[in-house]
């Protein structure tokens, strides 16, 4: 009964914090959102104590319930082990604890998030880490699927769903989600969790605290038969049947082995029990007997129906006559983070790079930055849309508090950075036509349009940025005609300053 209500939290847990990476219409956020808030890593670097301590004191009473039922990357082994498990059963076994290893990893990934190398956090982080794969190879698999379910419905007359763009963000960081992917899942195939208990600092951690866990798997003794079924079942391969013992530490309270028993042998207690002799122990063994159910109690709902589907096809020409050219990004000396993040430093000291907020982006401005210093973090730019002032998906979703949660008003008065003009770049002066289009669509009036020769009405008319009065939004760079680098770009503030 134990293992069977985990596997059905940990189903819930691992099937909403994927939907998370996702969701595009913001309905999940809304109200599952708090499930990444409570996710370990994200907690620590938000400060957030109240989780922070109840994950600590869940860990001391249950032992290390979080890595089997509330982290996405662990329910992820679980699955790929279980796929892997139908074609050999019990297959486990037994390995010593890898102690200098995890306590390395653990060092440098402590030494990593105080001194804001973001890059190893994002790197090793566990929901990081599933963050990266769920949205850089699970969303474009759900995109196309949903766009293939809108070309249907368009051809019904129905509008339950709508297209969406699915893109490449960033080649980097999707190589890296791949070969995040292929070793995980190599590995949990192989070995169960041994990812886990080798590599991640969350399993680390949880696992020291484990130890003095008030509940736990104990192995009576009297019943043992040495069968050695627990051990061959056990995922952590924390079991030694020989010496009866468990390595507290690395058992992640998956109630597996309590489950593979015939003699009851094993229970989650707080003590071991006492054991008895006399006839009285045959009787009750015969009556704790349970029938031993089979896996298949995910196969309806672990496996995710994943198939080749048509992707919308963008348009390529303007009016069907010329080819649109893509747009170039600009070389910014300062790069562009999102309103809420107060600074350059705050947001990059505290970010995992989970990529959640460049999942919900609905303007497609959020994308991981590709520079070694900064890989896989997010950054701005505005080649396929702008920083809309109503929008703060990014501030909502944040789990880790490098971007903090916003309000449209006090947005519209943050100033992130500010548009710069290239004279070599613009319509008016290269093609000899009227343009106007940052001016029409900057939504603070921070650009004119003025005589590109003082003193005369009739000379063609360029842009004058007021900085005063620029948000950094982008409207003007993604809106300006100019192929394939605009003539107006937008360079970033170090700290983002206030009206």
Known sequence: MLRKIRLVLALIFFVMTTLLFLDFTGTIHAWFGWMAKIQFVPAVMAVNAGVVI?????????????????????????????????????????????????????????????????????????????????????????????????????????????????????????????????????????????????????????????????????????????CHLCERNCKAACIDIKTHSIDYSRCVSCMDCIDKCHKSAISFTHRRPATTAGAGDDSRQKGDKTDVSRRNFLTTTALLATTATLKAQEKKVDGGLAVIEDKVAPHRDMSIVPPGAESSRNFYQHCTGCQLCVSVCPNEVLRPSTRLDRLMQPEMSYERGY?????????????????????????????????????????????????????????????????????????????????????????????????????????????????
């Open 54 to 226: 109840a994950l600590v004191l869940l860990t001391l009473l249950v032992g290390r319930v979080y890595c089997s039922v509330i982290c996405p990357m662990g329910v992820f082994q679980d699955i790929v082990g279980w796929l892997g498990k139908r074609s050999k059963r019990n297959r486990y076994t037994p390995s010593a604890a890898k102690t200098w290893l995890r306590w390395t990893v653990l060092a440098l990934f402590v030494i990593a998030m105080l001194a804001g190398i973001g890059s190893f956090v994002a790197l090793i982080s566990p929901y990081s880490s599933y963050g990266r794969i769920a949205s850089n190879l699970f969303a474009p698999l759900y995109g196309w699927c949903n766009n293939l379910m809108a070309y249907f419905a368009e051809r019904a007359d129905s509008y339950t769903f709508y297209a969406t763009s699915v893109w490449l963000k960033s080649l980097p960081t999707l190589i890296i989600a791949v070969v995040t992917f292929v070793v995980i899942a190599f590995l949990a195939w192989r070995n169960g969790r041994t990812y886990c208990n080798t590599v991640c600092p969350v399993g680390t951690v949880l696992g020291f605290l484990a130890k003095y866990s008030w509940l736990k798997p104990v192995i009576d003794t009297d019943k043992c038969v040495n």
């Open 387 to 499: 920083c809309r002032p109503e929008c703060t998906r990014c501030s909502d979703v944040c789990p880790t508090g490098a971007i903090k949660p916003i309000t449209v008003p006090d947005k519209s008065a943050t100033q992130i950075g500010h548009a710069v003009w290239v004279k070599a770049n613009c319509v008016p002066l290269t093609d000899g036509v009227e343009c106007g289009n940052c001016a029409r669509h900057c939504p603070t009036g921070a650009i004119q349009m003025i005589p590109s020769v003082p003193g005369d009405p009739a000379s063609p008319k360029i842009p004058a940025v007021n900085a005063e009065r620029c948000i950094g939004c982008g409207a003007c760079e993604n809106l300006c005609p100019a192929r394939p680098f605009s003539a107006i770009y937008v360079e970033g503030y170090e700290k983002h300053r206030e009206f």
